[in-house]
């Protein structure tokens, strides 16, 4: 279990699903079950656009926080269909979801667009949620950790220490994401712990690696997560397919609540 006293994080990441009334109703029922609770993890929204409005009215003054599933990096401009992060800041977003896999693979987004994003982002004060992930071919031939670690390191160019105190990472294996297949828990954890390493290694800092959160994404469930939460380098979730579901999706919060609770145990025993 994390000994490290970061923080817990559980973040719903809800893709292109919803209406706005679907997305106010799941919202709802969330904040009501997080109301009051003590030990809460980080409760993190993410909805499509659309709903961002309707969301964030439905959070406001509750603990679960609001994120955007992907942005532009620029601030404005002729860019037919893209939402700037003024935009999101102008909304009462905390959260941006940046590289996820399904952006990778249908929407031709870079190791280097996810640079310019994750810039953008911290210069806006957004709490970034950086994935990266190797494919099942890449991991078949024996690439994840070249594939993760170069991920990583190409995200990070060019930013400053200072700059990461916000910054979340999630390894989401492509191969586990939407597919039932989940990555052993023990494999997800040595992974987080090599996304440590290779900022260790970025910024010859220890220290930093071990205060950024590292979430796991790839097929998450109440049935999966407890195993996930037990091990030392995973900090949370990112969930897809189980967030869409309320009473799923607050089982894996008192999961992350679970946790929080026994490491509060832990440290006064
Ligand atoms: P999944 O998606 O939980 O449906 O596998 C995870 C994600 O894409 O973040």
Not at 17 to 34: D, F, H, S, V, Y
Not at 49 to 61: D, E
Not at 63 to 70: I, L, M, P
């Amino acid at each position: 279990m994390n000994e490290q006293k970061r923080p817990v994080i559980i973040a719903g990441n809800w893709k292109m699903n919803k209406t706005r009334a679907e997305a106010e109703a799941l919202a709802k029922a969330i904040c009501q079950a997080a109301e009051g609770q003590r030990d809460l993890p980080a409760v993190v929204l993410a909805p499509p656009f659309t709903s961002l409005p309707a969301v964030v009215s439905v959070c406001s003054g509750s603990q679960v926080k609001v994120g955007a599933q992907n942005m532009d990096h620029r601030d404005a401009g002729a860019y037919t269909g893209e939402v700037a992060p003024p935009m999101l800041v102008d909304l009462g977003i905390s959260y941006v979801i940046i590289g996820h896999s399904e952006r990778r693979q249908y929407f031709g987004e870079s190791n280097a667009t996810v640079n310019l994003k994750l810039k953008a982002a911290l210069q806006h004060h957004l709490i970034p949620i950086v994935c990266v992930g190797e494919t099942l071919d890449e991991r078949e031939n024996g690439l994840t950790d070249a594939v993760v670690s170069r991920q990583t390191a190409a995200a990070l160019a060019d930013l400053e220490r200072s700059q990461l105190d916000t910054l979340i990472i999630a390894y989401e294996p492509v191969w586990a994401i939407g597919t039932g297949k989940v990555c052993e828990a023990f494999e997800a954890n040595r992974v987080c712990k090599l996304i440590r390493v290779t900022i260790a290694n970025l910024y010859k800092d220890k220290e930093l690696a071990q205060s950024v959160p590292v979430l796991y994404g790839g097929s998450v469930k109440a049935s999966n997560i407890d195993e996930q939460l037990a091990c030392s380098d995973i900090d949370g979730s990112l969930v897809g397919g189980a967030s869409l579901n309320a009473n799923e999706f607050i089982s894996l919060i008192k999961s992350g609540q679970k946790r929080i609770s026994l490491q509060a145990a832990e440290s006064c025993s």
